[in-house]
C-alpha cells in the first residue's frame, strides 16, 4: 500500500484535481439547472375577476375589466437591452378577436362595448409577443346593452283613453319602463333595448324610437283596436311580450259629413222652389183671364 | 499539461466573457424602432369608435413625459391624426375618438423634452371610422303599407334598414355603412331623412309611387346601388264608414232641379 500511496506522481495529481473541478462545475451547473427550471418555478396563471361570465353591461356603460396574474411580471416590451425571461412579459387584450390593449401593468381597464354579446379575452405573452407554453389566457362572455340592468320592460297607452271616440287622426301618447330606445340598423338583440311598433287591428303600421306622441292617420271608421308593443332590434316581441292595446272608436270628421249634409240641403230646397213654382203655375192657369172669375 | 489546457480553456472564456460584457459599450446601440400592431392598414372601425391602436417599440423605454433626462433610448410616443398632434403616450395602447372619415394615425417617438430621434422614428396607418357597423351589406326594406296599398290622404311609410346607421345629410362621403334616405316622390326629389321615424305623406288622389334610396353622406348612391320603391294608390275617403255615398246623385238631382225651376219660371214668365 505504501509503495502505491507513494507511487502518486504530479500529474495523477494533476488529474485528480480537474476531475474534482469538473465534478463541481458539473454539481453547479446541475444545482443551477434545478434551481432556474422553468418546470420547478411556479407556472404563470390568469384571472379575470371583473366582468363575471356571462354579465350583463347595462345602460350602454363602458366594461371595467379586472384582472389578477400572479408568478408573472409585467414589463414593457422592447424596453432597451432587454433579453427577456421566463415568467416575464406582458397582456394582449382582445375583444372578439380584435387586438384592443397591450397591458404592461395589472392595473384594471374599461372597453367601450357595442349591444349584443361579446367575449373579452386576455393573453400572457412573453417579451417578444409569442404566448407562453403553455398558454396562459382568461376570457369572459358578457352581454352589453343600452337599457337598464333589471326589470321586466312594459309599455301603456296613456293616449287615447279605453272606448274613447277619435277622430281619424289621433296622436297616440304611452309610458315606456325598464327598456331604453334604440334605432334599429340590423345590431344584435341586446336585452331591455329595441323599439315600439304600432298597431291598428294587429297590423303594424308604424316602427318609431321616440317617446313622444306618435301621430296615426288614416284610422279605419267604427270599433278598433290599436297597439303599442316593445319589440327587439330584429323586430321580434320581447319574451314576455310587452304590449299594451286600447279599444276606440273611430268617427267621421264634419269634413266628411258636411258636403253630403249640405248637398242635400240644398237638393231640398231647389225642390221646394220647383214645387212651389210649380203649384203657382197651376193656380195661375185655373184663374179666369181677367182675373176676376166673374161673368163679364 | 491538462492543467495548461484547462488554464487556456478559462482564460478563453474568461476573455469571450469580457469581451461580450463590453461590447454593448463598444459597438453602438440598435436603432429604436415603432410598429403599429393594430389597427391594420385601411380597417374600417365600426359604430363610431374609438380607435384603439396598439404599438410595439424595441430598444427604447417608454417613460412618462418630463420624468428624466432625455436620451435617444427613451422617451414617449407622439400620436397625430391627419398630422394634428393630438395627444402624448408612454404605454403600448392609445385610444382616439375620431369622426366619421377616413383618417390618417401617426406615431412618433420622441425624447423626454419632446424632441424627434435622429433619424426620425415613425409609424403610420390609414383608417375609416364610421359610424355605421364595420362589415355587413346595407339593406332597406318598407314594413308598412304593403305594396299595391290603398291609403288615404294622410298615410304614413314605415321603413327598415339593416347594416346601415342613419346620420344627418352633409359628412363626408365614401363612409361605408352610413348616410341618410333619400326619398322619391314619383320619380322627383322629396326629401332626405337622418333617422328612420315614418315617413308622413299628404298626397292627393291617384296611383303613386314612393322610392326609398340608401345614400352616403354626401348623397351618393351606395355601391351597389340600394333602393325600394313601393306602388300606392291614394284615396281620399279610404277608411270611413259611408254605407251608400250620395253625393254624385245628389248633384245629378240638384242639377235637374235647377232646370226644372228655370223652366217654371221660363213658362211663367211666357204665360204672362
Known amino acids: 500500500m505504501r509503495p502505491q500511496k507513494c507511487a502518486t506522481t504530479p500529474p495523477a495529481r494533476a488529474r485528480r484535481g480537474s476531475s474534482m473541478v469538473a465534478v463541481v462545475v458539473l454539481t453547479s451547473l446541475l444545482l443551477a439547472s434545478i434551481v432556474s427550471s422553468p418546470a420547478s418555478a411556479a407556472a404563470p396563471s390568469l384571472t379575470i375577476v371583473s366582468p363575471t361570465d356571462g354579465a350583463l353591461i347595462a345602460n350602454g356603460t363602458r366594461a371595467l375589466v379586472q384582472f389578477l396574474a400572479s408568478n408573472f411580471a409585467f414589463v414593457q416590451p422592447g424596453r432597451v437591452g432587454q433579453t427577456g425571461s421566463p415568467n416575464e412579459g406582458h397582456a394582449n387584450v382582445f375583444l372578439d378577436a380584435q387586438a384592443v390593449r397591450l397591458l404592461t401593468d395589472v392595473e384594471p381597464f374599461s372597453l367601450s362595448l357595442t349591444s349584443g354579446p361579446h367575449t373579452i379575452r386576455i393573453q400572457l405573452v412573453a417579451d417578444n409577443g409569442t404566448s407562453l407554453n403553455p398558454d396562459v389566457s382568461a376570457s369572459v362572455h358578457v352581454v352589453a346593452t343600452q337599457g337598464p340592468g333589471a326589470g321586466v320592460p312594459r309599455i301603456t297607452i296613456l293616449s287615447p283613453t279605453r272606448l274613447e271616440s277619435t277622430g281619424h287622426g289621433i296622436y297616440v301618447s304611452y309610458r315606456i319602463e325598464n327598456f331604453t330606445l334604440v334605432e334599429p340598423r340590423g345590431q344584435p338583440n341586446a336585452p331591455n333595448e329595441g323599439h315600439v311598433q304600432l298597431l291598428v287591428e294587429s297590423h303594424v303600421v308604424m316602427e318609431v324610437i321616440q317617446s313622444e306622441p306618435v301621430l296615426l292617420v288614416s284610422l279605419p271608421e267604427g270599433d278598433i283596436t290599436i297597439g303599442a308593443r316593445l319589440v327587439n332590434n330584429d323586430n321580434t316581441p320581447l319574451n314576455p311580450d310587452a304590449i299594451s292595446n286600447v279599444p276606440i272608436h273611430v268617427v267621421a270628421s264634419s269634413a266628411v259629413s258636411l258636403p253630403l249634409v249640405s248637398n242635400g240641403g240644398v237638393t231640398l230646397l231647389l225642390a221646394f222652389i220647383l214645387v212651389v213654382l210649380v203649384l203657382r203655375r197651376r193656380k195661375v192657369v185655373g184663374r179666369p183671364p181677367n182675373g176676376r172669375g166673374g161673368n163679364s | ?272
Request: net charge negative; hydrophobic share 45%.
Open chain 2, 1 to 272: 499539461m491538462n492543467a495548461r489546457i484547462l488554464a487556456f480553456l478559462l482564460g478563453t472564456v474568461g476573455m469571450l466573457i469580457v469581451s461580450g460584457i463590453a461590447a454593448p459599450n463598444v459597438r453602438a446601440a440598435p436603432a429604436p424602432t415603432l410598429s403599429i400592431v393594430s389597427p391594420s392598414p385601411n380597417e374600417v372601425i365600426g359604430n363610431g369608435g374609438p380607435v384603439v391602436v396598439v404599438f410595439a417599440v424595441t430598444n427604447f423605454n417608454l417613460t412618462d413625459p418630463g420624468s428624466g433626462t432625455s436620451s435617444p433610448d427613451s422617451g414617449h410616443v407622439n400620436v397625430f391624426a391627419d398630422d394634428e398632434w393630438t395627444s402624448t403616450a408612454s404605454v403600448n395602447t392609445i385610444v382616439l375618438a375620431l369622426p366619421s372619415g377616413e383618417h390618417t394615425i401617426r406615431l412618433q417617438l420622441v425624447m423626454d423634452n419632446g424632441s424627434a430621434l435622429n433619424p426620425d422614428v415613425n409609424a403610420s396607418v390609414a383608417v375609416m371610422v364610421t359610424q355605421g357597423p364595420s362589415g355587413g351589406t346595407p339593406g332597406l326594406s318598407i314594413s308598412y303599407p304593403r305594396e299595391g296599398a290603398l291609403v288615404g290622404t294622410d298615410s304614413t311609410i314605415s321603413f327598415r334598414v339593416t347594416n346601415f346607421v342613419l346620420v344627418p345629410p352633409g359628412g363626408p362621403g365614401g363612409v361605408p355603412n352610413e348616410g341618410h334616405v333619400r326619398v322619391l316622390l314619383d320619380r322627383a326629389y322629396y326629401a332626405d331623412l337622418g333617422d328612420v321615424a315614418p315617413l308622413h305623406l299628404n298626397l292627393k288622389d291617384g296611383p303613386h309611387n314612393v322610392t326609398l334610396q340608401l345614400v352616403d353622406d354626401a348623397g351618393g348612391p351606395l355601391n351597389p346601388d340600394v333602393r325600394v320603391t313601393l306602388h300606392i294608390t291614394v284615396q281620399a275617403l279610404v277608411g270611413r264608414a259611408i254605407p251608400f255615398d250620395a253625393t254624385p246623385f245628389l248633384a245629378l238631382a240638384n242639377l235637374l232641379i235647377g232646370l226644372g225651376i228655370l223652366a217654371a219660371i221660363y213658362r211663367k214668365l211666357e204665360a204672362r
